[in-house]
Each structure stands twice: as C-alpha cells, then as structure tokens.
C-alpha cells in the first residue's frame, strides 16, 4: 500500500535541460513538502504546500519551483539544471492540524546532472 | 545554535546490545517524530508523539515535554537496525512546518 509515490527513481540529465520531478499522494494530506537531501547536510526543505495552488519558500528554493494544481499532487520544477543540484530529492506529506499525524515520504529521485 | 539537537552523531554497538538516542529542542512543540533510513534506502516513520511513550516492536520511544527531550530505544539490536535514524519537531507555532535533527548514524555489527 504505496502511499507517497515519487515519478522517478533515478534520473540523469545534462546542464541547462528543465527536469520535472513529481510526487503524488493518496492521503488526502493537505502539505506536501519537496526536500534535497546531501552527504553531511541533512534535509533541507526547499518547497512545501498547504493547499492547492498554495506553495511557500523553504531554506533553499533558489533555482526550483513548485506547482500543485491538485491536491495530491506536488511537482517540483528545475527550469535549468546544474551540476550542483544533484541529489536526492524526497518528497513528504503531512495532514493538517496541530496535533498533525504521521509523516510520510517517498522512495526518493536520486538526479544527477552531467 | 540549532533548534533539534541529536546525540551520538554516530553509534557502533554489537548484536543485542541495548540502544538509546537522544533528541533535544529548544522549542515548545506540537509533535515530535522519530525516522529511520536506511543506506540507499527512502525515509520510514518510526513514531510521531506529543507526549509519554510509544513502543513498536523492539522500537521504544519517550518524549518529556517539560525537559524537552526525547529518547529512541532499540532493545536486542540487529544488523538489520543499522541507519540513520532522525528527529523532527513540529513547533507549536507551526502548522506545518518541520525542524530536523542532523541524524545519528547506527551501525550494529554481528
């Protein structure tokens, strides 16, 4: 019972070329939440989304958009790919509320870019 | 100073020994939870809590709000429980978002 599926596992793409990740969930979770993760840095948030069409900055957006046109779906934009934006990429989804429940995360897109 | 500090960084004990990580904040929460990963491997949620303890299997968790503190316990530990295993807190002022430990890296060796 898969509930938070990202589109690709492993992607590989060249300089300049816009890399489109997506994540969709069946949770009918109002955030979703866009993280790269590194080798000594951790997580680090780079979108997230309360609603649909809704979308904040997170530590690091700096050369990434989001879009969610619906509420399961949360895609994360790479308009001009570089070198320095390979990495893993989780995506995550967490109901709404303060006493919000269980955090759930996809298997991971792992995008090297040559 | 980060808000979520965990401690050890890293943890090497043999077969069965019983484990403890630690997780302290500074920050008045609303939910804490606890996240293994395994090496290649995606993010799994072990706990989300908001006080006392939980207890999955060999897995323990217990939160002290007062202290701010919570601890992960792994009774019996087996290779299998080598990860990395991460703490989040969800703020009280926060709806949605999460403020992450830097992890502690297990390794459990037969």
């Known amino acids: 019972d898969v509930k938070v599926t990202q589109s690709s596992r492993y992607l590989v793409k060249r300089t300049g070329e816009k890399v489109f990740l997506e994540c969709v969930q069946d949770?009918?979770?109002?955030?979703m939440f866009w993280y790269r993760q590194d080798p000594g840095l951790g997580l680090r948030l780079i979108y997230f989304?309360?609603?649909?069409?809704?979308?904040e900055k997170g530590d690091i957006p700096e050369g990434y958009s989001v879009s969610r046109e619906k509420k399961e779906r949360f895609s994360l934009i790479l308009e001009s790919a570089s070198t320095n934006q390979t990495s893993m990429y989780l995506c995550a989804s967490l109901p709404s509320g303060r006493w919000a429940g269980e955090l759930f995360f996809g298997e991971g897109s792992r995008l090297t870019v040559l | 100073k980060n808000e979520v500090e965990q401690s050890p960084q890293n943890l090497t004990a043999q077969e069965g020994e019983f484990i403890t990580i630690n997780c302290s904040y500074s920050?008045?929460?609303?939910?804490l939870h606890w996240l293994q990963q395994h090496p290649g491997g995606g993010i799994v949620s072990l706990f989300m809590?908001?006080?006392?303890?939980k207890k999955h299997g060999r897995l323990i968790a217990t939160i002290n709000i007062q202290e701010k503190h919570s601890s992960l316990h792994i009774t019996a530990s087996h290779p299998r429980d080598s990860a990395v295993y991460i703490c989040?807190?969800?703020?009280?002022?926060?709806?949605?978002?999460?403020?992450w430990g830097a992890g502690t890296k297990l390794i459990i060796k037969p």
């Open positions: 809590l908001s006080s006392g303890k």
């Open positions: 949770m009918d979770h109002e955030n």
């Open positions: 989304s309360y609603d649909v069409k809704m979308k």
């Open positions: 989040a807190i969800k703020s009280w002022d926060s709806n949605y978002q999460l403020i």
């Open positions: 920050v008045g929460i609303s939910a």
